[in-house]
């Protein structure tokens, strides 16, 4: 007989990722709504031409992608699926001037013969001082909230170790960790990758990695709760350490499991 290896964290995520919604919505003024902050989201060069970052677009407003603090010039700018998302730049592209792309949203097109997507993607590619070419990718995400940034700024962060989060038991996993376990999370249907507790892990990711942060700042700057980073964290690690095991034929949730989620209960 085969050992299957259950642990009720995947239900305790839930019950943190429902939780952290919850209080964020019910308690404005409280760390949650902390990331509700006017300014640009900051993302490392290296980190945003080696991963799609996740840029929010909301009604009637226009997201900003700004290479303004590197030597890099906007040169070619692709839409996967235009029907409902438009863009322009600062300068014609053709110019060599170009530094910022604006997307804005607008009431979806029929393009014949096209298909659609809900996120779709968008790939700019820059030209720097030098002749150097760098491909850039990013997520348009649909949002329905208050904005909490006006875009995305690119800057030349100098690269450096790896972070880590400090969890219990002396461990530290390394942010890539965070972001494996939110991965796992998505993928097996205990948060949708649009939830706004997804964005602020990612927010918190690209604060740790880019600018000196501990993970607690971190965390209160992105306006997410510490036990979900510390839940992600183990996930990732046990999923390491007994890959597949816990995750094989795992079924949607039931409603009872709806109901152990939201109230951090466990199997």
Known sequence: MTNRIQSPRML???GLLFTAVFA???YPDCAFAQSRVTGYQT???DIAV???IDILVYPGRASAIDFSST???VAYVLIADPSKIVFSTD???????AKTVFLRPIQALNFPGATTATITNLSIKTVDSKGKQRLYNFNI????????HLGIRIAPVTPRMEPTVNVDRGRAPSASDVEKGLLIAIQKGYTAASD???YSVRQFLALVRNQNLSAADAAARAGVDLSVIVELSRIAQEELNYPGSRFQQRQPPTARTTRLLKSRSAF
């Open 196 to 198: 706004p507790v997804v």
């Open 91 to 97: 300068a014609q592209l053709a110019s060599g001037q």
């Open 71 to 73: 030597d890099e010039a």
């Open 50 to 52: 080696n991963s799609a």
């Open 24 to 26: 964020a919505a019910s």
């Open 12 to 14: 305790s995520l839930g």
């Open 43 to 45: 993302v490392g060069r």
């Open 141 to 148: 995400v649909p949002a329905n909230k208050k904005p909490e």
